[in-house]
């Protein structure tokens, strides 16, 4: 580890909606080092996913990146052409989608979509694409591969079809794999079955993940630091036993307590929520976002948060003062 | 796929004989006396009810038979080819209608490839320029083109392209597809079903644009090109592919402006003739062909689903 694989700075991203500008991501900073997981987290509409899209420049045509920057081994992604960043996407980032089900093209055979972007990476021949086809679909363990790749995505179930979006993620060998939710349409043990198997990934051919979920316990057993966004801001960034061990943020902790684990410790009756919902971000920058009021043991003394970043490394953004 | 064609075909039957009892029914309560009408231009009370003669043909015709064994007896004679004699001038119908109709299958194909092979490429090009000139123009003028009746359209482009710029004959009769005569015609036959195919196309595209699978595409690098033609294209066929068969069952059934306006002697022209006439067996003869051509149109629909959609293949082996 040590070595920093994607730097993003002060990343902004807008949607433009109805003659306002919706503020989705507001000066998001991180980095990944080379073979490191990264777990998100974050409630619906926090901008997790903005976020990544922002990075390979996938997002719909009503948002636009506003500032920022995201070096990736040294190139700024945002400032790339479109050549470049073509290359980047699916070639040394590759993506995994949160809905298998509707992420293939459904008229097209699996073993014609998973190992195609070789063809236009690698400049492989068609049977080189099917044979390494073959083998990612082996490797993410989908029995029978060389009969799978004539199937249609309709034939695979949704556990099997994440296994093989994992593959074409896999498939020119990326230094980097953003998976976006890749568990959530999923029930739960199959869930347990693709952490185990991206665990095992990872290891083996170590690739650096960042992994978005809403599940801080999914996450728990896979990344080495897990980051908490809320309201398109980072509010709080720590490895795992930090974040589990001594939560900074009212927010990080609202998410923690909703965890059913972490009340059966306490012998909570009730599963807790987080109250309200998260803010409109529409007209004016939020900047402080996450009002600290809702939540009890912070209802007066700590109407000021510094920042919440632990590693003296990270130059984190001061997040300002809550709003009352 | 031969079981799937046949249910098709069983599915179609019932359809078609209760169509045909109501035409038949139409025409036997309303239509007016057939002797009568077979003898109008003979001014004679010869044929006229009462008259032995009128009654011993009326017996030889089987018309005093009741209505449900007559329509039975035209059923079972038309099932094996027989539609009968025409009530206006006596020749058989089917030989009036197999002369007419290759005419008008020929303009449906032709006006078909034309609408497939321009309207669907406008379509795609207009939603990948969506809200931007080029859409905006060949969106205009499909609404445009779609406004003007065809026998607006008709005789305007005669007036336009024979007399104003004399470049083509006034075209009249059919004398083929690839003859100047069948440019006018066919340009007219084209294009207001091509304003639909174009609105269709285009809004097919727009939708796969949106799909998730299409993002996949996108996040995977491939070039833009290969986006659209292979992710892209082919899941818009299915509604496309939908609409072009309606569009070739209207051209089937309702060139009946076209034929008249450019004096095509096609199946329109033979509608309009029996319904002028009351020539009710050539009406019932005409009613079954463009029924048969709609229902087999329709079946060539079905069967081309599964090669384009391949999660329809299960559907098809069933008996869905």
């Keep these: ?324 | 796929m031969i079981r799937f064609i046949l249910l098709r075909l069983l599915r179609w039957l019932p359809g078609v004989l209760l169509l045909l009892l109501i035409v038949y029914a139409l025409m036997f309560y309303g239509g007016g006396d057939p002797i009568q009408i077979m003898f109008s231009r003979e001014a004679t009370d010869l044929f006229q009810p009462g008259n032995p003669r009128y009654e011993a043909l009326k017996d030889k015709m089987g018309l005093n038979r009741p209505f449900l064994v007559q329509f039975g007896d035209y059923v079972w004679k038309a099932a094996q080819g027989d539609l009968g004699l025409s009530l206006a001038d006596g020749r058989p119908v089917m030989e009036s209608i197999s002369a007419a109709f290759p005419i008008t299958l020929s303009i449906a194909l032709a006006a078909t490839a034309i609408i497939a092979l321009v309207g669907i490429p406008l379509g795609v090009i207009a939603a990948l320029n969506q809200n931007h000139w080029p859409d905006n123009l060949i969106l205009g003028g499909a609404l445009f083109f779609w406004g003007i009746p065809t026998f607006v359209i008709a005789p305007l482009l005669m007036v336009l392209l024979c007399l104003q710029f004399p470049i083509l004959p006034v075209p009249h009769g059919w004398t083929g597809v690839f003859t100047v005569n069948a440019i006018i015609p066919l340009t007219v036959a084209a294009i207001r079903p091509m304003a639909i195919v174009i609105r269709q196309a285009r809004s097919a595209v727009l939708d796969v644009l949106s799909e998730d699978y299409i993002r996949t595409a996108r996040a995977k690098g491939l070039p833009e090109w290969v986006t659209i033609t292979k992710h892209a294209l082919r899941p818009v066929l299915t509604p496309v592919v939908t609409q072009m068969g309606v569009v070739m069952t209207n051209l089937l059934a309702g060139s009946l402006l076209l034929e008249i306006v450019f004096g095509i002697p096609g199946i329109g022209r033979l509608i309009r003739d029996g319904i002028l006439n009351n020539d009710y067996s050539l009406l019932l003869g005409c009613v079954l062909v463009v029924l048969t051509m709609v229902t087999l149109t329709n079946l060539l629909v079905d069967i081309s689903y599964p090669l384009l959609d391949p999660r329809l293949k299960q559907a098809q082996r069933g008996d869905v």
Excluded at chain 1, 107 to 135: N, W
Excluded at chain 1, 225 to 244: C, K, Q
Excluded at chain 1, 260 to 284: D, H, M, T
């Design chain 1, 1 to 324: 580890m040590g070595e920093i694989l994607l730097d993003v700075k002060d990343l902004k991203t807008r949607f433009r909606s109805r003659g306002s500008l919706v503020h989705a991501v507001n000066g998001v900073s991180f980095h990944v080092n080379r073979g490191e997981t990264l777990g998100v987290v974050g409630e619906s509409g926090c901008g997790k996913s903005v976020t990544m899209l922002s990075l390979l420049r996938l997002l719909p045509p009503a948002a636009q990146v506003e500032s920022g920057r995201a070096l990736f081994e040294g190139q700024d992604l945002l400032k790339m052409n479109f050549g470049q960043i073509q290359k980047v996407r699916g070639g040394k980032i590759g993506l995994i989608f949160q809905d298998p089900m509707t992420s293939f093209n459904p008229v097209l055979t699996i073993g014609d979509q998973v190992g195609e972007s070789l063809i236009y990476h690698r400049r492989a021949s068609k049977e080189v694409a099917l044979k390494r086809t073959v083998e990612l679909l082996r490797l993410v363990g989908i029995p029978d591969p060389e009969q799978r790749i004539k199937d249609y995505p309709h034939q695979f179930s949704g556990g099997m079809r994440q296994r093989a979006m994992i593959a074409m993620a896999l498939a020119c060998e990326p230094g980097l794999i953003i998976a976006d939710e890749p568990t959530t349409a999923l029930d739960v043990t199959i869930q347990a079955q693709i952490v185990e198997l991206v665990k095992d990934l990872r290891d083996r051919l170590g690739v650096a993940i960042i992994w978005i979920t809403h599940d801080l316990s999914l996450v728990a057993g896979l990344a080495d630091r897990i980051m908490v966004m809320y309201a398109g801001t980072i509010v709080e960034e720590a490895t795992v036993e930090e974040l589990f061990d001594d939560p900074r943020h009212p927010y990080t902790l609202g998410l923690l307590s909703a965890l059913p684990a972490f009340q059966a410790e306490k012998n909570v009756r009730r599963l807790a929520s987080i109250p309200g919902s998260p803010p409109i971000y529409a007209n004016r920058p939020l900047l402080a976002h996450f009002s600290c009021a809702v939540l009890s043991p912070w209802n007066v003394a700590s109407q000021n948060y510094p920042h919440y970043s632990r590693s003296p490394l990270e130059k984190m953004p001061a997040i300002a003062r809550p709003v009352l």
